[in-house]
Structure formats: structure tokens, C-alpha cells
């Protein structure tokens, strides 16, 4: 099974070092030729998210849903939030939230949820007021009360942007596969979290979700985004592979319970620490079912 994977790790390196660096770049003979690709590497390119196997209930032995924080001020994580500012870098480089944006806004991924349950689907439309704010200037408001027409000049817009996301909070579920006798993590959801827009900067701000995707949903999209790979810049991950390969640092902060999945901080409050500790506590109740099955 471990050279198995190892293969398939190789693979995918040599496929991202082919497809993921700037196409033509040390044989462009002008700028606008840096990134496209020639007839021939159109018609190499085979590049597609690894494809999840089917796994049969059956074959399902133990599972646990958890919930995890993935905080981004952690140098582990910077792939998923920089770059944030995109006035002076390529069209090729863009973090993980502009992807999503970007993506929602074009229809690529069409569905959006306002819970991780993906209970109740919403449109661009309905998490614009957890996206935006728009506010009037008093002297705007003179205005109005004037009679006369509101000026752009006395609106201000602010807009949630990269910059201002601080997490991302993602739902997957750990189960053990019992024919390959494997504990595997299939990741179901996402979710970027920033400071409430009303609030934003103030002491009352409160972190918000702005919204779910459904992961598989958006793998298509997140495997052509590419993330930077500060050891070799020629063989950039896609954010596809970062996350189903937990390139990153988490921390759970609720798991499926009896108590209708109550988070850890309303059973362990007001003590950070201890919130860290139930969350290795559940981690290592999780690895340790497969350890026990090799125990005899």
C-alpha cells in the first residue's frame, strides 16, 4: 500500500513539473507568449483531479465527521491566503478566496450553501449583505434629507477581500475502509471565515462563515488554480492537492455528537488550551481505532 501511494505521489509531481510551471517561458520570444501553451502540449495534456475511488457502505467500518480550523496567520498555511495583493503579480497567482470568488461569480461552481449540513442552497445574491457593506456619509444623509440625490461621493463600499480572511473552516469525514484495511479522509466541505463586514476591524467583530462549497463540487475548478511552492516554483501545487492531501495545519473544533455536534468551546470554555487538548484528544481517538485493529 505504501508503494503504492509513493507511486502515485511521483506521478502526480512529474505531471505538475510538465503542466503547472509558466508554459513556453524560457522559449517565448515576447511577453504575451509567456503561458501559452503550443498545439502539441494541448494535446499532451491530460491534467484532471485524481478521481476518488467508490467506496461501498459496506466496505465502511468505522467513521467519525469532523469539523476542522484551518487559521491562516500559520506560515504552514500562507498557500492558502497569499497572495492578497493582485495589482502587482500575474493572473496565474491568486489565493484561495479569489479562486472561489472568481468562480462563483462565473457560474464554474454553481452551488453555495449557508451551512456545512449544505442544508439550504443560496445564490451570489443572498450572502452579498455577508460580503459587502454599503453605508451613507452624514453628509449623505443631509443630503437625502435635502431632497436631493444621494452622491456617490458620500457612499462607502467595503468589500470582504482576501486580505480579510482569517480561516477556513472544512467538514470531512475519517473512515476506515475495510477492504483495504486503510483509516482514509475524505474532505466534504469549505468554508471561508472572516470578521463580521459590519463590524470589521472593531472589537465587536465576531468571525463569520461567508459561505459553504461542497468540495467535490469545486474540484475541477481548485485543481486548475495553482498555489505557490515556495521550495521549487516550477512545480506549483493546485489547492485540489493541498487540501485532499491535508497540506496544512488544523485544529477540530466540533466532531459529530449525541449533543446535536455541539463545538468544543461550548463544552470546554473560556480556556483555549484545554480547547487544543479535546481537539488532540479527538485526533488520536480517530488514529487509534486503526492501531487497534492491528492489535491482537
Not at 159 to 181: C, H, N, P, S, V
Request: aromatic residues 12%; proline residues 2%.
Amino acid at each position: 500500500m505504501k508503494i503504492k501511494n509513493f507511486l502515485l505521489t511521483v506521478t502526480a509531481v512529474f505531471t505538475v513539473s510538465g503542466v503547472f510551471a509558466q508554459a513556453n517561458i524560457l522559449n517565448a520570444k515576447s511577453p504575451d507568449q509567456i503561458g501559452v501553451k503550443t498545439e502539441a502540449q494541448k494535446a499532451a495534456d491530460n491534467d484532471k483531479p485524481l478521481e476518488y475511488g467508490y467506496v461501498d457502505d459496506r466496505d465502511v467500518l468505522f467513521s467519525k465527521m469532523t469539523w476542522e480550523s484551518i487559521v491562516l496567520d500559520e506560515r504552514v498555511n500562507f498557500p492558502l491566503y497569499y497572495p492578497i495583493d493582485t495589482n502587482n503579480i500575474g493572473s496565474n497567482r491568486r489565493s484561495l478566496y479569489d479562486v472561489l470568488m472568481k468562480n462563483i461569480q462565473n457560474g464554474n461552481i454553481e452551488n453555495i450553501y449557508d451551512d456545512s449540513y449544505f442544508s439550504a442552497k443560496r445564490t451570489l445574491k443572498d450572502i452579498e449583505a455577508a460580503l459587502v457593506k454599503v453605508d451613507t456619509t452624514e453628509l449623505g444623509i443631509e443630503q437625502l434629507n435635502a431632497g436631493e440625490q444621494l452622491s456617490a461621493e458620500y457612499i462607502n463600499r467595503r468589500d470582504i477581500t482576501a486580505a480579510d480572511i482569517t480561516e477556513y473552516r472544512i467538514k470531512g469525514l475519517w473512515y476506515f475502509d475495510k477492504r483495504q484495511a486503510e483509516l482514509k479522509y475524505r474532505l466534504l466541505g469549505i468554508a471561508p471565515v472572516s470578521e463580521d463586514v459590519n463590524f470589521i476591524g472593531t472589537e465587536d467583530a465576531d468571525l463569520v462563515e461567508l459561505f459553504w462549497v461542497f468540495f467535490p463540487d469545486a474540484r475541477e475548478v481548485l485543481h486548475e488554480a495553482k498555489a505557490f511552492n515556495n521550495e521549487n516554483s516550477s512545480m506549483p501545487y493546485s489547492f485540489d492537492h493541498i487540501l485532499n492531501s491535508r497540506r496544512f495545519n488544523g485544529y477540530i473544533y466540533k466532531e459529530e455528537n449525541v449533543q446535536g455536534d455541539r463545538k468544543i468551546n461550548e463544552y470546554v470554555s473560556e480556556n483555549a488550551l484545554m480547547q487544543l487538548l479535546e481537539s488532540d484528544r479527538i485526533k488520536d481517538k480517530i488514529r487509534d481505532f486503526e492501531l487497534d485493529m492491528w492489535t491482537y
